[in-house]
């Protein structure tokens, strides 16, 4: 597959990048990003194309690159309104997507599998939606679908999802993603995936059955986890996590009142030589459990995220057949969401990391617990943010958030980071698709215009205005307001037509988020046309500076 041409931020200990067509095979070159001291948290755009990012799963893979499956709906218009054009080297939608860096410090955008039609976005009842009647025929449930990823020892990256078909799940064991079903279930959802010795290990919601699926002696064989009651469950609310436990699988749930994990124990027999059956432990009773997700220390001790029904975000640990001890995470509120979704993650150091949308701050949370105490982290950038997902590697060195940015539509990224210079790779276009190229200059762009505004969904919209015009020979200052609440924006100058051209200046400030004004005081210039971008969405913020 070829990689797409986009300059993308890839941030942490990684390169971060401005991705652009790998196709030709021209080599980047490198300048500094200077991010500042001390670890801090870096956002950033991986797909723009709309409608995109929807129930993600980020994982770090055996090379230790970060990598995402999501979901990619067409888009959602109101009347009268036009879709923007998709470019053709995007995968199509609907689709079950990837983005992986492969090392390289560039996000390469594929696909996993086409999503089987009809099908629709995550929204309403929590486990169906219905499917329009047709004259002949009865209205069909249709699961709302969503992605889990994993990786194996070998470096082996496992997804699984549902469609209207039912289970399905692919491995890129091979040249690329082979996608397979497991089991023809049209109510499917909720799915999760692990790996046990290296064998696939899934877990879903089949209506108001709850099932686990592995890999024995060659072919998928499904188990009986527990039943939900889920009619008042919130939408998209209703989610599974799975883990290798000390005999067989743990798996997270609700039963549409309260989190529980179930061991189950396939191919363990009792004392007459009868299959055990799952053994199942409440872990906070009447507290929800939607949204669950679920780390493990060790082959027993489950650590828990998960929403409370009034939107509470709750935490708690305990293992199989045991107490649990527990604590809330953040107090209810009331901001929209498409689906409730939390993760939690465990380094070597026993730290614990737990990500969530906070109904009450409408903003994706960050935080950690070491010794039994949380702690917030910063993470501008995520307004708006739901279906966030979380990786961390063993030592804790490098910790990725994936997320669905509700207002702009995409998929987004953040890292954290303890780098103060890190390189930004810079290729040159490609006959496939160039850099963004600089809007003509505007008519009436007079050497008095030096004011220019990232307003709201400038991520989308783009610069206001796009030219600005200067005298030669004359140092000057370029006054930026980002009004976009909660979204990094920057201006980024460029000794050139394009982003291949050296920078010239980035501002102090190189996440501004908004809403909050910087001042780039400049150097003079000769006379020409020079390129401007914002770092952080440079395929749809670019403009010229004309020097007259």
């Not at 994993?150 to 699984?160: A, E």
């Not at 399905?168 to 040249?175: E, I, L, M, R, V």
């Not at 109904?359 to 993470?379: C, F, Q, S």
């Not at 307003?455 to 600005?468: K, Q």
Request: hydrophobic fraction near 40%; glycine fraction near 10%; charge should be negative.
């Amino acid at each position: 597959m070829c990689a797409v041409v986009l300059k993308k931020l890839i941030p942490s200990l990684l390169a971060v990048a401005l991705l652009a067509a790998a196709c030709t095979g021209s080599t980047p070159s490198t300048v500094p990003l200077t991010t500042g001291e001390g670890r801090r948290f870096i956002p950033s755009v991986v797909d723009w194309s709309k409608n995109v990012g929807m129930s993600n799963s980020v994982i770090i893979d055996g090379e230790g690159n970060p990598f995402i499956s999501y979901l990619g709906f067409e888009q959602t218009l109101a009347e009268g309104e036009i879709a923007d054009s998709r470019p053709l080297y995007l995968p199509a939608v609907p689709n079950v997507m990837f983005a992986d860096t492969q090392g390289d410090g560039y996000w390469n955008l594929g696909e996993v599998s086409w999503i089987r039609e009809p099908a629709s976005a995550p929204t309403g009842d929590p486990l169906l939606v219905e499917e329009p009647e047709t004259e002949g025929a009865a209205s069909s449930p249709l699961p709302t679908v969503g992605t889990a990823s994993t990786t194996d020892s070998k470096g082996v990256i496992h997804i699984v999802w549902t469609d209207a078909e039912g289970v399905k799940y692919a491995t890129n064991s091979g040249d690329s993603f082979a996608p397979q079903t497991i089991e023809l279930a049209p109510g499917a959802s909720g799915a999760s995936i692990t790996t046990i010795e290296d064998v696939p290990w899934i877990a879903f919601y089949e209506g108001s059955q709850v099932k686990t699926a592995g890999i024995i002696d060659g072919k998928w064989e499904t188990f009986d986890v527990g039943r939900a009651a889920l009619s008042q469950a919130p939408a998209n609310a209703a989610r599974t996590a799975i883990a290798g436990g000390q005999l067989g699988p743990i798996v997270a749930w609700t039963d549409g009142r309260s989190p529980i994990i179930t061991e189950v124990l396939p191919g363990q027999l009792d004392e007459e030589g009868s299959p055990l059956e799952p053994t199942s432990t409440t872990a906070e009773s009447g507290a929800g459990g939607f949204g669950i997700s679920m780390a493990l220390a060790g082959s027993e001790d489950t650590h828990l995220a998960y929403y409370a029904a009034d939107g509470e975000v709750r935490y708690a640990a305990g293992a199989p057949g045991g107490s649990f001890t527990r604590s809330s995470l953040a107090p209810a509120g009331s901001a929209s969401d498409m689906g409730w979704t939390t993760d939690v993650a465990l380094d070597d150091a026993g730290v614990i990391y737990a990500t969530w949308h906070d109904l009450g701050t409408d903003a994706v949370t960050l935080a950690t617990a070491e010794g039994g105490e949380w702690t917030t982290i910063d993470t501008p950038g995520t307004a708006g943010g739901t279906f966030p997902s979380l990786a961390v590697s063993p030592d804790g060195a490098k910790v990725f958030i994936a997320w669905y940015d509700q207002v702009n539509e995409n998929l987004q990224f953040g890292a954290m980071t303890e780098e103060k210079e890190v390189p930004i790779a810079l290729v040159s276009p490609s006959p496939i698709m160039t850099i963004a190229a600089p809007p003509p200059p505007a008519e009436g762009c007079e050497p008095t215009i030096l004011d220019v505004a990232a307003p709201v969904g400038a991520a989308s919209a783009g610069f206001d205005p796009v030219c600005l015009a200067t005298v030669a020979d004359k140092p000057f200052t370029i006054e930026f307001d980002n009004q976009d609440a909660g979204v990094p924006h920057n201006v980024v100058l460029y000794d050139g037509a394009d982003a291949t051209a050296p920078i010239l200046s980035k501002g102090e400030a190189d996440a501004l988020t908004g809403p909050a004004t910087e001042s780039y005081a400049i150097d003079p210039l000769k006379p020409g046309s020079y390129f401007f971008d914002c770092f952080f969405h440079p395929t749809t913020m670019v403009g010229t500076l004309i020097v007259k």
